[in-house]
């Protein structure tokens, strides 16, 4: 096929009429201003150009990501010409991601990488159209991650606990137990952040990873979560004397929280020698605290949509969790029936004449 006199494109057809197709479509592809034979650039090779384009366009946290699919990218998509990739191609490199052991939640981040990816080769008329558009990732294999909060009274137990260890950082841990913070989102919480009308309460506005620069909450928007009573006094004498940008939450030398120095403190899993688990932690995770939060807020009677809110949950789906976990006031209403003195069926049998 020529454009002019030039020579753009050739392919070998079987028969005429697939021939006039091809030709008909690649007409039409030069008139909407894509040359065809851009599309015959390899994956890899577009791909490496599209990163050194990423690290001074993107945060540095998505460059990190992008830069990943060069090494996840499935060698049958990377090796091919761009014009070549499908949206059956993209569900089969899911498909080999999830099948090399890699979880949902990553071959998710991949895709998020591959749709600007191709994105891009659309506005730079490389191919017509994003192949990756429609194209979900399986539902993987991965096992729920399961929680196991503390009930208040063991709360109270292991409290006690932590503060034999550490009692600055035990007060801190009791706030996150009660507040739902995650602790990249407690590493960086000031003290402007704490308001008390109309009611006590914390903002949740950034959050932190550790080795990590400063980034929005995970849902991207700000929250505000609730200071009882039982925490109330520890907020405020953790806020005494500090100008209101210094850091809320900060061990007693001073500085930012580290997870590896807290839990080193507080003995948090600590083993005997045939291995048991007799830490402080009593076997959970940190961020168990932030189940106990949601777990003891619906305890106490709070709405669920109440602690969607204060939980940052995007879905009521995922505040719905607890629930399960806790069973409903249905659930209950049912074992106290269960429960109950069974006389009157008792009854109804001595009633009987016969069987």
Request: charged content about 30%; proline content about 4%.
């Amino acid at each position: 096929m020529k454009n002019g006199r030039i020579d753009v494109d050739s392919q070998v057809f079987d028969t005429k009429t697939e021939a006039q197709e091809w030709l008909r479509r690649e007409r039409a592809a030069l008139l909407g201003g894509i040359d065809p034979r851009a599309g015959k650039e390899l994956v890899k090779s577009a791909l490496e150009r599209w990163i050194v384009i990423r690290k001074t366009t993107v945060a540095s946290t998505t460059y990190e990501s992008d830069k990943n699919m060069i090494r996840l990218m499935p060698a049958s998509m990377k090796n091919v010409h761009l014009s070549a990739v499908s949206d059956r191609e993209v569900a089969r490199a899911f498909e080999k991601l999830l099948a090399s052991g890699l979880k949902e939640s990553s071959v998710k981040r991949f895709r998020a990488s591959l749709s600007p990816f191709f994105s891009w080769c659309v506005r730079e008329k490389l191919i017509r159209a994003n192949p990756v558009i429609g194209v979900k990732v399986p539902k993987g294999s991965d096992e729920v991650e399961e929680m196991d909060p503390f009930e208040e009274g063991e709360l109270e137990t292991a409290y006690q606990a932590w503060r034999m260890k550490d009692e600055r950082l035990a007060d801190i841990l009791l706030v996150l137990a009660w507040t739902g913070l995650r602790w990249g989102e407690a590493r960086v919480m000031q003290v402007a952040d704490l308001v008390e009308v109309p009611t006590p309460g914390l903002m949740v506005r950034r959050s932190q990873s550790e080795g990590h620069p400063l980034k929005a909450t995970k849902s991207r928007r700000g929250r505000r979560v609730p200071l009882a009573n039982r925490v109330l006094p520890i907020v405020r004498e953790l806020a005494a004397g500090k100008e209101p940008h210094a850091l809320l939450f900060t061990p007693a030398g001073g500085g930012q929280l580290w997870r590896a120095h807290t839990l080193r403190t507080l003995g948090w899993s600590v083993k005997d020698d045939a291995g048991n688990n007799i830490g402080t932690g009593r076997g959970r995770r940190l961020h168990d605290l932030r189940h106990t939060a949601a777990c003891l807020w619906l305890t106490r009677g709070v709405e669920p949509g109440t602690v969607q809110a204060w939980c940052g949950h995007e879905s009521i789906a995922t505040t719905n969790r607890y629930l399960h976990f806790l069973g409903t006031s249905a659930d209950r209403a049912g074992l106290n029936r269960l429960n109950d003195d069974p006389g009157g069926i008792r009854g109804a049998r001595e009633g009987r004449t016969g069987v």
